[in-house]
T-cell receptor, first 116, second 114 residues
Framework: DTEVTQTPKHLVMGMTNKKSLKCEQH?????MYWYKQKAKKPPELMFV???????INESVPSRFSPECPNSSLLNLHLHALQPEDSALYLC???????????????FGPGTRLLVL | SQQGEEDPQALSIQEGENATMNCSYK?????LQWYRQNSGRGLVHLIL?????REKHSGRLRVTLDTSKKSSSLLITASRAADTASYFC??????????????FGQGTILTVHP
């Protein structure tokens, strides 16, 4: 199984709502990532989890709260978002975050988020 | 300055033609990867070339890496309409401590006309 799944595929939320994005992989990967991607732009790294611990936070606003309940699951909790947060949110995983040479990242299909 | 600049920004060709995309970067790297993204979907890994390699092939893909010029190119031969997508290069920083972090280029939008 070389698949990263993400739910939901689409999400519309108001600025006062609380929602969560979910990501799952069963490849035994120990690094998981959240990216944000605006239209016609490259993915921008938000968070990296390594062995279920947050290792990188790219100065992301606190209205985005990541969580890694176990080695297969990654959540992104959303609260009080702004319209400019509308984007495609991508989850990815890779095998060994401690490898000297960084390897392939496997991406999920993304969640298209619209904040009204 | 931005790691992973790509050119051209957009490329339009006819089916059967070859497509070449270029990527430049600024720091020393361990490897360089190319990813494809179909419209609004997740990225798919295409090929990885290590810093001690100069050329690599995978099916209709050919990647070159010139570490002296800090540049890479992706060649897609005999293109097909299904190759229509955005293509991104991604590098990891050999001197950095942010393990796991890839930096993506701005991407090339390839359109292959039937």
């Amino acid at each position: 199984d070389t698949e990263v799944t993400q739910t939901p595929k689409h999400l519309v939320m108001g600025m006062t709502n609380k929602k969560s994005l979910k990501c799952e992989q069963h490849m035994g990967h120990r690094a998981m990532y959240w990216y944000k991607q605006k239209a016609k732009k490259p993915p921008e790294l938000m968070f990296v989890y390594s062995y279920e611990k947050l290792s990188i936070n790219e100065s992301v606003p606190s209205r985005f709260s990541p969580e890694c309940p176990n080695s297969s699951l990654l959540n992104l909790h959303l609260h009080a978002l702004q319209p400019e947060d509308s984007a495609l949110y991508l989850c990815a995983s890779s095998q060994d975050p401690l490898a000297d040479v960084k390897e392939t990242q496997y991406f999920g299909p993304g969640t298209r988020l619209l904040v009204l | 300055s931005q790691q992973g600049e790509e050119d051209p920004q957009a490329l339009s060709i006819q089916e059967g033609e070859n497509a070449t995309m270029n990527c430049s970067y600024k720091t020393s790297i361990n490897n360089l990867q190319w990813y494809r993204q179909n419209s609004g979907r997740g990225l798919v890994h295409l090929i990885l070339i290590r810093s001690n390699e100069r050329e690599k092939h995978s099916g209709r893909l050919r990647v070159t890496l010139d570490t002296s010029k800090k540049s890479s190119s992706l060649l897609i031969t005999a293109s097909r309409a299904a190759d229509t997508a955005s293509y991104f290069c991604a590098t990891d920083d050999a001197g950095g401590t942010s393990y796991g972090k890839l930096t993506f280029g701005q991407g090339t939008i390839l359109t292959v006309h039937p």
